[in-house]
Nanobody
Framework: VQLQASGGGLVQAGDSLRLSCVSS????????MGWFRQAPGKEREWISS????????HYAEFAQGRFFISRDDAKNTVYLQINTLKPEDTAVYYC?????????????????WGQGTLVTVSS
C-alpha cells in the first residue's frame, strides 16, 4: 500500500482545509486509517482514526469539534476536514494505514505511511 497525502498549503487562521490520502497501489477498504501531524520541533501526534468499515471514528482531545475524518473506499481515499484553522495547527500532516482494521492512536500500530502534506496557518 502506497499512500499519498495532499491538500495542504498556506492558509489564514479561521480558514478550512480538507486533506486527502489516496492509496495508489490498492484498496484500503480493509484497513483502519489514521491521521497524525508533526509540528516543527515537536513529536508526531495522533489526530484521528477511522476503522475499516467507517463505523467507528476516534479523535484526540484537541481535535474534537474541529477535525473530521471520513473515508470513501470506492476512491481508496481518506479525508481529514479541518475547520477554523489556528496557527498552532501548522504542521506536516501524515496519513497511515493499519492492517488490523481497528482504529487506534498508537503510531506504531500503523503499517503504511504517506509522505505528509504541509499545512501552514498564518495569523
Amino acid at each position: 500500500v502506497q499512500l499519498q497525502a495532499s491538500g495542504g498549503g498556506l492558509v489564514q487562521a479561521g480558514d478550512s482545509l480538507r486533506l486527502s490520502c489516496v492509496s495508489s497501489t490498492g484498496s484500503t477498504s480493509t484497513y483502519a486509517m489514521g491521521w497524525f501531524r508533526q509540528a516543527p520541533g515537536k513529536e508526531r501526534e495522533w489526530i484521528s482514526s477511522i476503522n475499516w468499515s467507517g463505523s467507528a471514528t476516534h479523535y484526540a482531545e484537541f481535535a474534537q469539534g474541529r477535525f473530521f475524518i471520513s473515508r470513501d473506499d470506492a476512491k481508496n481515499t481518506v479525508y481529514l476536514q479541518i475547520n477554523t484553522l489556528k496557527p498552532e495547527d501548522t504542521a506536516v500532516y501524515y496519513c497511515a494505514a493499519d492492517g488490523t482494521g481497528m482504529a487506534g492512536s498508537r503510531w506504531g500500530k500503523y503499517d503504511y505511511w504517506g509522505q505528509g502534506t504541509l499545512v501552514t496557518v498564518s495569523s
